[in-house]
T-cell receptor
């Protein structure tokens, strides 16, 4: 049973470009979470989605960031007009359900904005 | 508002020695508590979790943690560490009914041969 897949593993973008990060949850999981890890910091929650629905986006910056989890295909975290401060590791996690269900993490996408 | 404090950013320890990684939290409601390990360039792996019941929780790789409600702590311990335990360890909290995890800043454990 494959774990959570994220691609690309490394992404380099120039300031002003768009970044698209993809996350395929574990088989059978319909709940997806996105976290951001800045250098020397812990992970910070961004958004929680179920299939076709955003459940909680309280950690998502109000501008330039968006997330989706379509009925078919991976979850996408999209960052428009990237700035240097967006450079970070972005982790996706999936679970069978919300609440106490264990979240399984992917290997992360390391975004570098030059 | 909830917060998680990991006081030690780095902990060096000799192989086969015991180790304790400290975690304190604050929250106005009941919480669930977790410890995750992150190996270089990898995602996080769950070591153990406390949801309810016995305050002493045993996890994988010989780790255990004890929930102390009065001291709002959830310290991680291992009686004898191995080289392979070298990694970053994160304490995390989830308020009951919440969907997201709130992480501490991490403790880098380095096991010295």
């Amino acid at each position: 049973n494959a774990g959570v897949m994220q691609n690309p593993r490394h992404l380099v973008r120039r300031r002003g470009q768009e970044a698209r990060l993809r996350c395929s949850p574990m088989k059978g999981h319909s709940h997806v979470y996105w976290y951001r890890q800045l250098p020397e910091e812990g992970l910070k929650f961004m958004v929680y989605l179920q299939k076709e629905n955003i459940i909680d986006e309280s950690g998502m910056p109000k501008e330039r960031f968006s997330a989706e989890f379509p009925k078919e295909g991976p979850s996408i975290l999209r960052i428009q007009q990237v700035v240097r401060g967006d450079s970070a590791a972005y982790f996706c996690a999936s679970s069978l359900g919300g609440g106490t269900y264990e979240q399984y993490f992917g290997p992360g996408t390391r975004l570098t904005v030059t | 508002a909830q917060s998680v404090t990991q006081l030690d950013s780095q902990v060096p320890v000799f192989e086969e020695a015991p180790v304790e990684l400290r975690c304190n939290y604050s929250s106005s409601v009941s919480v669930y508590l977790f410890w995750y390990v992150q190996y270089p360039n990898q995602g996080l792996q769950l070591l153990l979790k406390y949801l309810s019941g016995s305050t002493l929780v045993k996890g994988i790789n010989g780790f255990e943690a004890e929930f102390n409600k009065s001291q709002t702590s959830f310290h991680l311990r291992k009686p004898s560490v191995h080289i392979s335990d070298t990694a970053e360890y994160f304490c995390a909290v989830s308020e009951t009914g919440a969907n997201n995890l709130f992480f501490g800043t991490g403790t880098r454990l380095t096991v010295i041969p």
